[in-house]
């Protein structure tokens, strides 16, 4: 024993020290099921407004559990609060209502402890609704005391690493969880009454492809060969397009080998959206609908407080050209920039870094946008017509340059990203050749030749809209976090230093 309590404080010594005297009730220290009739929501939408003479006409029993977060000892009868998953509820529990031995049994319990009441509501002198327990049950002993209120768990590394805690502690990371699930069903119940189907497809793959970034890789130990957590859903789900399948989303992790900020998470949730027989304009029309649906849902209101920013969703989000943001910003007008050495000229006088295995007009002109312009785009913005190199899988413009290709920034961060498909299988296998030699180069971000999927081009796909749309990011503006961490509930942490 005193090896396992030498690391121990007096409370948590204490805790251990009551674990044979619930033996001695008959009472497991870790209980049995028990059955709820109610949460605290429920009690609260039943009382009403109801008055203590009307709760005793009414004499509505209930049964509740959850975690004791309050005690207040009042020699033979005591109140305590209780916390299960709608809230807190106060019971009121006395030797006269529940006999010697049970009231005996309380005197056991701490706060953390799990616990079943059993009674009737009813409100106390001062109005506040409260169940008079008949029956109380022992259902989980807590070791630990919890952290103190106001002040033992308000660090954000420390509620990530011990999530389990912070739910317990801090309503708003609650509803946080809660409320994330509920912004995912919008997105499914707009999508599914627009005639989409939604389908899963593998997380191991054989070959990078899909969009620009490092990758996790594992091996297969069966087949020996190593294979890629995907980085996106896209060739996945262009097949199905191929296939017949004309509306298709996914819901899923991605996961991506690169770094972790309050907007980065080595794994993270993404939907893609493919759509046969539309394109960017058809997307643009898509995006904006469902973010409007999915924050009046949410929210009810067409104006939302973003960290201390106004963002208005009743407007009709702005589109502009990228190119046009640039000339705006510096002047420059990169669709008569002419040579590569002017590029760097300009990308040096503006402290652009110019990555040499990105070492193009179109990179270069899209790092403009990205340190200059897209900072600034605070209201639901479209931004289109990029560079080709940054998007392989994209239709090309009028202008061959570019790309049909948007992107919607809110508050200066990137929330979707989508094209008119690329269909035409002959310039595809070019843009994934180059892709491919680009990779060799040491461009760990290209993307591979994938033969498959240019041969299920080469079968026909018709003209496509697709985009995908970062969930993380939108539940982090529809709910106001100022981190992804907020939003996932485990993510990616740094380990602990020794």
């Known amino acids: 024993m005193a090896e396992e309590t030498e690391n121990l404080n007096d409370q948590e010594i204490a805790r251990r020290e009551k674990l044979p005297k619930y033996e001695d009730f008959g009472v497991s220290p870790y209980g049995e099921a028990y059955k709820v009739t109610h949460h605290s929501e429920d009690i609260r939408k039943l009382a009403g407004n109801k008055t203590e003479e009307q709760l005793e006409r009414l004499k509505l029993t ?37 006999g010697e031995k049970s009231y005996s049994l309380f005197k056991l319990a701490d706060i953390g402890d799990i616990v079943g009441l059993k009674g009737v509501v009813t409100r106390t002198k001062t109005g506040e609704l409260t169940i008079r327990v008949n029956k109380y049950t022992h259902l989980t002993k807590s070791l630990h005391p919890l952290p103190e209120k106001y002040h033992g768990l308000t660090d954000l590394e420390e509620r990530t690493r011990r999530r389990y805690l912070d739910l317990i502690m801090n309503e708003s990371s ?15 119940h707009y999508l599914d009454e627009r005639g989409f189907t939604e389908v899963e497809t593998s997380i191991l793959s054989p070959i990078l492809g899909g969009a ?22 896209e060739l996945n789900l262009k097949r199905l397009i191929v296939g017949g399948m004309e509306k298709v989303y996914e819901i899923g992790r991605l996961f ?44 009810g209101t067409d104006i939302i407080d973003y960290q201390g920013t106004k963002i208005d969703f009743k407007s009709k989000f702005r589109w502009v050209k990228m190119n046009d943001l640039i000339k705006d910003k510096t002047g420059i007008d990169f669709e008569v920039v002419a040579s590569l050495d002017e590029a760097h000229r300009l990308a040096y006088q503006y402290g652009i870094t110019v990555d040499p295995k990105k070492d193009t007009i179109g990179y270069i002109m899209n790092e ?8 600034e785009l605070i209201q639901p913005t479209f931004v289109y017509c990029y560079p080709i190199e940054t998007s392989p899988l994209t239709r090309k ?21 989508a094209y008119t498909e690329l269909n035409d299988p002959i310039d595809q296998r070019e843009r994934l050749r180059e892709q491919a030699e680009a990779k060799k180069h040491g ?25 995908g749309i970062g969930i993380d990011r939108l539940v982090m503006l529809l709910l106001n976090q100022p981190t992804i961490r907020e939003v996932i509930l485990f993510p990616t942490m740094k380990p602990i230093s020794e």
Do not use: W
């Not at 509803?175 to 997105?187: D, E, M």
């Not at 996790?216 to 890629?228: A, E, G, R, S």
């Not at 309050?262 to 960017?280: G, K, R």
């Not at 299920?456 to 697709?466: N, Q």
């Open 62 to 98: 209930v049964s509740v559990a959850g975690r004791i977060m309050a005690i207040r000892r009042m020699g033979k009868a005591s109140f305590l609060t209780i916390q299960d998953l709608t809230g807190n509820i106060q019971g009121y529990i006395s030797i006269d209502n529940v």
């Open 443 to 467: 461009d760990e971000e290209a993307n591979e030749m994938d033969t498959d999927f240019v041969e299920a081009l080469e079968y026909g796909m018709p003209p496509t809209g697709g985009v």
């Open 397 to 417: 413009s009028k202008d061959p340059r570019f790309v049909e290709r948007f992107e919607l920034f809110i508050n200066g961060r990137e929330y979707a990203n």
């Open 256 to 299: 991506r080998n690169e770094g972790m900020d309050n907007a980065h998470n080595p794994e993270f949730t993404s939907i893609e959206i493919y759509e046969a027989y539309s394109d960017l304009a058809g997307m643009r029309k898509l995006v904006e609908g469902l973010i409007k649906s999915v924050n009046k849902e949410i929210n």
């Open 174 to 188: 609650k509803k946080v969880a809660l409320y994330r699930p509920k912004i995912i069903r919008s997105i499914q």
């Open 212 to 233: 620009n970034a490092r990758p996790f890789v594992t091996h297969h130990n069966t087949l020996d060969k190593d294979f890629y957590l995907r980085i996106a859903t």
């Open 368 to 375: 403009f946008f990205e340190e200059l312009c897209a900072p």
